[in-house]
């Protein structure tokens, strides 16, 4: 029973991978905390971070070029800046928990927009090679 054997390469320096795996697995477990968070109704939580990730998240998208990740950023901005302007303003707590929810949703949809980009990104960078045997002429 002859098996291909393959080996996985990546297109790229490893810095640009290690830090795309490092977007990937923190866009993940966010979601997944915030969605957490959702689902329990806890979304009135500001703090001097929020502030970090909507200028973060704002500026971010005008550096992009992938229209997809400038959405998704300006969606995670957009949520920051509304919980920050919500702190801020008299308005009934039933309509700041609403916003809030809302603004809560926008993020989670942008976060799974980013983390659909960069898993895309490493479909187009990681390729199987396979491993020839010694003797065996290559093709």
């Known amino acids: 029973m002859n098996k291909a054997r393959h080996t996985i390469t990546i297109d790229c320096d ?8 490092a977007a990937l697995l923190i866009s993940v477990v966010v979601a997944i905390f915030d969605t957490r968070l959702l689902f329990l109704g806890k979304v009135m939580r500001v703090s001097v971070s929020t502030i970090f990730v909507a200028l973060a998240c704002l500026v971010g998208a005008f550096l992009f070029r992938n229209l997809l990740v400038k959405l998704a950023l300006v969606l995670i901005g957009v949520e920051a800046l509304l919980r920050i302007i919500l702190s801020h303003v008299r308005a009934s707590y039933a309509l700041r928990h ?17 983390i659909f980009t960069i898993v895309k990104w490493f479909q187009s960078v990681l390729r199987r090679v396979p491993i020839s045997e010694p003797g065996e002429p290559t093709s």
């Open 14 to 21: 490893r810095s640009t991978s290690a830090g795309m795996a």
């Open 98 to 114: 609403a916003v809030a929810a809302v603004g809560m949703a926008l993020k989670i949809v942008g976060l799974l927009m980013v």
